[in-house]
T-cell receptor, first 111, second 110 residues
Framework: DGGITQSPKYLFRKEGQNVTLSCEQNLNHDAMYWYRQDPGQGLRLIYY???????QKGDIAEGYSVSREKKESFPLTVTSAQKNPTAFYLC??????????FGNGTRLTVT | GENVEQHPSTLSVQEGDSAVIKCTYSDSASNYFPWYKQELGKGPQLIIDIRSNVGEKKDQRIAVTLNKTAKHFSLHITETQPEDSAVYFCAAYNNNDMRFGAGTRLTVKP
């Protein structure tokens, strides 16, 4: 089955540690996205990538980093510089001029 | 940039009734308007979408209307069922920029 896989589903980290969230897609989509979702708020764009080896900052990129070494993979690193990292993180992909397909998210808790 | 507002934030209806969720957008250049349904612990799933050259689109019990002049679009669910209970998001898209509303939590009471 084609789709987007995010892992792990739940992630716990201590404050001050970097953590990397995985996102893999087998839909052959060029574009991939990372969103953050907080209760009562819409999805806010962290980073996006339209093509391999290229990515752009979204609205809330501070404290996050990404890489796009392969078309299928777009990992997100939440660094210790992110002031409020506890959230639900969603990865998405899309083909040209088509809707976003979302993964099932990773819930990150930092204590 | 684009700003999308969505109302209401919560909506409770009786099974069989209709539900309407409304969104407004600010950028007249936005040309694509998807609606997503998100169930607990899952990612949003596309349920219906509409492009700016169309005024209305229907898919079984779900319909979306678009008023470009007023810059608003709405989701209509008829004959609601308990499995329609979820959070619904609208979005507006222009030039690689997708903006989401804050979401509507719909509860359908049996």
């Amino acid at each position: 089955d084609g789709g987007i896989t995010q892992s792990p589903k739940y992630l716990f980290r201590k404050e001050g540690q970097n953590v990397t969230l995985s996102c893999e897609q087998n839909l052959n989509h060029d574009a991939m996205y990372w969103y953050r979702q907080d209760p009562g708020q819409g999805l806010r764009l962290i980073y996006y990538s339209q093509i391999v080896n290229d990515f752009q900052k979204g609205d809330i990129a501070e404290g996050y980093s990404v890489s796009r070494e392969k078309k299928e993979s777009f990992p997100l690193t939440v660094t210790s510089a992110q002031k409020n990292p506890t959230a639900f993180y969603l990865c998405a992909s899309s083909a040209s001029d088509s809707p976003l397909h979302f993964g099932n998210g990773t819930r990150l808790t930092v204590t | 940039g684009e700003n999308v507002e969505q109302h209401p934030s919560t909506l409770s209806v009786q099974e069989g009734d209709s539900a309407v969720i409304k969104c407004t957008y600010s950028d007249s250049a936005s040309n694509y308007f998807p609606w997503y349904k998100q169930e607990l612990g899952k990612g949003p799933q596309l349920i219906i979408d509409i492009r700016s050259n169309v005024g209305e689109k229907k898919d079984q019990r779900i319909a979306v209307t678009l008023n470009k002049t007023a810059k608003h679009f709405s989701l209509h669910i008829t004959e609601t069922q308990p499995e329609d209970s979820a959070v619904y998001f609208c979005a507006a898209y222009n030039n690689n920029d997708m903006r989401f509303g804050a979401g509507t939590r719909l509860t359908v009471k049996p």
